[in-house]
């Protein structure tokens, strides 16, 4: 932040990716005996990157912001399974399909050990990880795992709501590939 300061700036205003290389820079240093928050800011920072398309320094960041949080809290805390959702995206990204897929089934399996699963991020873990499937070529395992997920998201969620018909279109594109497409009609319309 101090690179807006005019004093530091000299008159400059700097870009996002300026205050963003300027703020990892001082992580290490600030934030060594306080992991959750560092690991927060990691968070912050490293969707940033990926948002504004450097895929690359979004999955360094997101990746040790989901090592702190494992450390500090464990697998299941729901914080760390947003976190290895969001890094499984970036992977997914870019084509780093079977890392995608690690943290997706480690994710889900610590959102289902929870002694309350939350219903929504088992849903979305679900259907990550079916499109994450099917992106690998593998249909067959991604249908039954599509079907879970918009089971679950029609358990909380009425017809026609933006969750349920993004999973419904992307199951009905599935089965349409397959040649299914009598499967695939009800979903896509």
Not at 42 to 53: A, K
Not at 152 to 158: D, E, F, I, K, T
Request: hydrophobic share 35%; glycine share 6%.
């Amino acid at each position: 932040m101090a690179a807006v300061d005019p004093a530091e700036s000299q008159g400059a205003e700097p870009t996002i990716r300026e205050l963003l290389d300027s703020a990892v820079g001082t992580i290490d240093e600030e934030f060594t005996d306080q992991p959750l928050a560092e690991a927060r800011l990691r968070q912050v920072i490293g969707s940033t990157y990926y948002y504004l398309g450097d895929n690359q320094t979004g999955r360094e960041q997101l990746d040790r912001s989901v090592r702190l949080t494992r450390e500090a809290i464990g697998a299941d805390n729901p914080d760390c399974i947003e976190r290895a959702r969001m890094l499984a995206a970036v992977h997914w990204n870019r084509n780093e399909l079977q890392r995608a897929e690690q943290l997706l089934r480690e994710a889900l399996e610590a959102s289902l050990s929870t002694p309350v699963p939350n219903e929504e991020t088992t849903a979305d873990l679900t259907s990550a990880l079916a499109t994450v499937l099917s992106s690998s070529g593998r249909d067959s395992q991604a249908a039954p795992l599509y079907r879970e997920a918009i089971d679950r998201y029609r358990a909380m969620h009425p017809e026609g709501h933006p969750v349920l018909g993004r999973t419904m279109s992307g199951t009905g594109t599935l089965w349409t590939k397959q040649g299914s497409p009598s499967e695939a009609e009800p979903l896509v319309h």
